[in-house]
């Protein structure tokens, strides 16, 4: 097996555009793990955390899906962890450890594949962990008030709702002290594009080269 792909963190608060970024660099030819979405798939396809969720939950947490398979009703997980920081620590201590398997499965392919960046998406990158072992870290950030109006058009939750959620996560000053890149999303799609060229430039400068591949 090769020399190993540069692991490179992307996160930001909500409504921040980190999703956007991501896409970005998937069209540099970065892969791009999305450990958010990972953690929804083990939640309803795997057989260990599955068990451990209707351990914490209960059985009926999970419904029947149409195509016949369980499916997590996720809105009352959320309403039941939020204010229970006991349950919300039982529930990380289950479902971060399968995501970082999952994430040293996808650090195995790229490195196979000769895939020279490995972006890792993650809403809660540093307050999981999930930093650690990267190379280096981007954070995306924004105002509050067009994260807010970005957070309400992609989940058409009302505004209280986006701003208790947003009111849960890192502060943007912190986030930003712990990066090792800063990409402000404040203007439009085509300067975001601009800036994440020039981190990713960045990274490539790091591992020696010029063109991904």
């Given at each position: 097996?090769?020399?190993?792909?540069?692991?490179?963190?992307?996160?930001?608060?909500?409504g921040s555009g980190k999703s956007s970024v991501c896409r970005i660099l998937e069209g540099?030819?970065?892969?791009?793990?999305?450990?958010?979405?990972?953690?929804?798939?083990?939640?309803?396809?795997?057989?260990?955390?599955?068990?451990?969720?209707?351990a914490l939950f209960g059985e009926e947490i999970y419904?029947?899906?149409?195509?016949?398979?369980?499916?997590?009703r996720r809105r009352?997980?959320?309403s039941r962890v939020f204010g229970d920081t006991?349950?919300?620590g039982k529930l990380n201590g289950l479902v971060h450890p399968a995501v970082y398997r999952a994430f040293d499965e996808a650090v195995d392919a790229a490195t196979?594949?000769?895939?020279?960046?490995l972006v890792k998406e993650a809403a809660i990158l540093f307050e999981s962990g999930g930093d650690k072992g990267l190379d280096a870290v981007v954070v995306v950030s924004a105002d509050m008030q067009l994260r807010?109006?970005?957070?309400?058009?992609?989940?058409?939750?009302?505004?209280?709702?986006?701003?208790?959620?947003?009111?849960?996560?890192?502060?943007?000053?912190?986030?930003?002290?712990?990066?090792?890149?800063?990409?402000e999303n404040?203007?439009?799609?085509?300067?975001?594009?601009?800036?994440?060229?020039?981190v990713f430039q960045a990274v490539l400068a790091r591992i020696g080269q010029t063109s991904p591949g």
């Open positions: 097996m090769g020399k190993g792909p540069f692991l490179l963190g992307v996160t930001g608060g909500m540099l030819g970065c892969r791009v793990f999305e450990a958010d979405l990972v953690a929804r798939q083990l939640q309803d396809a795997d057989p260990q955390v599955r068990a451990g969720m209707q419904k029947v899906a149409s195509d016949g398979s369980p499916e997590l009352e997980v959320a006991t349950l919300l196979r594949d000769g895939v020279p960046v807010v109006e970005r957070a309400m058009q992609r989940t058409g939750l009302g505004r209280e709702e986006v701003l208790r959620r947003i009111g849960t996560q890192w502060p943007r000053e912190e986030l930003e002290r712990r990066a090792d890149y800063v990409i404040n203007g439009t799609l085509e300067e975001l594009a601009a800036e994440t060229r020039k």
